[in-house]
């Protein structure tokens, strides 16, 4: 089984709509959480972390966090057609100093239509 | 705006030869990383190095080597290309916050080496 589960997609939404992305994970060590988008033949960037069960709110996006659960979840409202890409969870056992190895989900392929 | 550069962005090359993939950073960032992504998998780390000198296998067993002679460049090298090593090759780059309690340690990807080899 793996550590961090995340559906595939792909996940295909009218422009406007909220698009609602999760992921499950078993490591119950893991304190540390991230969404990365990442489009087509580039580098995957950076949208929002979290070390924290809760939400986290920048701009259009909505982390969320459910650590009894084991559960994150990303929200974006307003979607564009630029949102269209593909979407990696990523979450780390937090280790002073010595920084964090990340552990990724397969990501979800995310189209917004015009 | 992350630095991290990745060259070449493409290659093709045939069974048996000898390749490296460059990857530079100009942020000045202590740690770096190599992942393999294959289409619609998950990234899975091969290799990363937390300074000049370090380095240390990843998660995932590879056949390639790396060195870190400079703290801006991280070099990965197949010494025999074959097949099975087709993938996307990405590399990262954190700045390893030592001292903080809350260590966010944010990795910037460069924007990968897609490798065939035939």
């Known amino acids: ?114 | 705006e992350a630095d991290i550069y990745q060259t070449p962005r493409y290659l093709v090359i045939g069974t048996g030869k000898k390749i490296t993939l460059e990857c530079s950073q100009t942020m000045g960032h202590d740690k770096m990383y190599w992942y393999q992504q294959d289409p619609g998998m998950e990234l899975h780390l091969i290799h990363y190095s937390y300074g000049v000198n370090s380095t240390e296998k990843g998660d995932l067993s590879s056949e390639s080597t790396v060195s870190r002679i400079r703290t801006e460049h991280f070099p990965l090298t197949l010494e025999s290309a074959r097949p099975s090593h087709t993938s996307q090759y990405l590399c990262a780059s954190s700045a390893g916050l030592a001292g903080l309690s809350y260590n966010t340690d944010t990795q910037y990807f460069g924007p990968g080496t897609r490798l065939t080899v035939l």
Not at chain 1, 5 to 25: F, H, K, M, R, W
Not at chain 1, 42 to 61: A, V
Not at chain 1, 72 to 100: E, H, W
Request: net charge positive.
């Open chain 1, 1 to 114: 089984q793996k550590e961090v589960e995340q559906d595939p997609g792909p996940l295909s939404v009218p422009e406007g709509a909220i698009v609602s992305l999760n992921c499950t994970y078993s490591n119950s060590a893991f304190q540390y959480f991230m969404w990365y988008r990442q489009y087509s033949r580039k580098g995957p960037e950076l949208l929002m972390y979290t070390y924290s069960s809760g939400n986290k709110e920048d701009g259009r996006f909505t982390a969320q966090v459910d650590k009894s659960s084991k559960y994150i979840s990303l929200f974006i409202r307003d979607s564009q057609p630029s949102d269209s890409a593909t979407y990696l969870c990523a979450m780390s056992v937090l280790i002073k100093a010595a920084g964090n190895k990340l552990t990724f989900g397969g990501g979800t392929r995310v189209l917004v239509k015009p």
